[in-house]
């Protein structure tokens, strides 16, 4: 395509970057896995409720953590040409 030019290495870069940010929110949310919750709180109404949040936020994140994963997979093997 004519007066297109895409910086190889910038992209690389990028994809690299974005693949180092999955890996550390998947890891991240490794190590919190199960703490947004309340737990050992008998009779406390709340405590269904948590544990629920609880895993559909950690859901979101595994989803947001292999989109950004995808992403910089992608931005690399499009450098890579």
């Known amino acids: 395509m004519d007066g297109f030019e895409v910086d ?3 992209l690389r870069h990028v994809g690299g970057e974005a693949g180092d940010a999955g890996a550390a929110l ?6 919190a896995r199960g703490a947004l919750a309340v737990t ?5 109404s709340a405590s269904t409720a948590s544990h629920q949040a609880d895993e559909a936020w950690a859901a979101d994140l595994d989803r947001l953590s292999a989109a950004v994963t995808t992403l ?8 890579d040409g």
């Not at 050992?40 to 406390?44: E, F, S």
């Not at 910089?72 to 450098?79: F, I």
């Open 8 to 10: 190889v290495s910038a």
């Open 26 to 31: 998947r890891q991240a949310m490794a190590a």
């Open 40 to 44: 050992g709180t008998p009779g406390w």
């Open 72 to 79: 910089g997979a992608d931005l690399t093997s499009a450098a």
